[in-house]
């Protein structure tokens, strides 16, 4: 099992292009997330899905959108790309209840010249 | 406004050390108190966690102490060795009028154990 997948790997845009970072599990959990991590800031939510078809605004939602495509993808998408957005991107998954372990993926690198 | 603060933001600790990770919080919704562990280049991975009903968990050398007067939680590495090397993460979650059962980080700590 790949547990969470995350395309790209490493992404370089300059501002004003779009693009979209796509997230799968393979966990079977109904709950999944996207966090951007920054110096000295902790994980900072952006989105989160508590179940498919639901998709809801977590700490930082400005400049993106999400989609929850069906119960294993998630992706979010940056529709302008700012130099702001530069940073490294997480998605995790959880299932139940909220005390429940998160599983992170391994990150995408995104700078936004 | 950051919900969780963790101190300090970097940390050198001599190998055999103790390691000690602090965080405060102000939402008193919260219940539930996950440390993430997260080595260069990967996802953090839960470490260990605990739940207000007790003062202290231990899970191998790593311990979280948790004082829920002071609205306050701290991570232990006893032993600390070089493999321990990684950024800290102390998180926060819980239900009320301003939390919807998601995670609240604090701002990590770099831990580095020195041989």
């Known amino acids: 099992n790949a547990g969470v997948t995350q395309t790209p790997k490493f992404q370089v845009l300059k501002t004003g292009q779009s693009m979209t970072l796509q997230c799968a599990q393979d966990?079977?959990?109904?709950?999944m997330y996207w966090y951007r991590q920054d110096p000295g800031m902790g994980l900072r939510l952006i989105y989160y899905s508590a179940s498919e078809g639901t998709t809801d605004k977590g700490e930082v939602p400005n400049g993106y959108n999400v989609s929850r495509l069906n119960k294993r993808e998630f992706s979010l998408r940056l529709e302008s790309a700012a130099p702001s957005q530069t940073s490294v991107y997480f998605c995790?998954?959880?299932?139940?209840?909220?005390?429940?372990?998160?599983?992170f993926g391994p990150g995408t690198r995104l700078t936004v010249l | 406004q950051q919900q969780v603060k963790q101190s300090p933001q970097s940390l050198i600790v001599q190998k055999g050390g103790i390691s000690i990770i602090n965080c405060a919080y102000e939402n008193t919704a919260f219940d539930y108190f996950p440390w993430y562990q997260q080595f260069p280049g990967k996802g953090p991975a839960l470490l260990i966690a605990?739940?207000?009903?007790?003062s202290e968990k231990k899970e191998g050398r790593f311990t979280i102490s948790f004082n829920k007067s002071a609205k306050q939680f701290s991570l232990h590495i006893m032993d600390s060795q070089p493999g321990d090397s990684a950024t800290y993460f102390c998180a926060a979650v819980g239900y009320g009028s301003s939390n919807t059962g998601k995670l609240i980080f604090g701002q990590g700590t770099t831990l580095q154990v020195k041989p």
């Open positions: 605990i739940r207000p009903d007790v």
């Open positions: 966990m079977n959990h109904n709950s």
């Open positions: 995790a998954t959880k299932q139940g209840s909220s005390y429940n372990e998160q599983f």
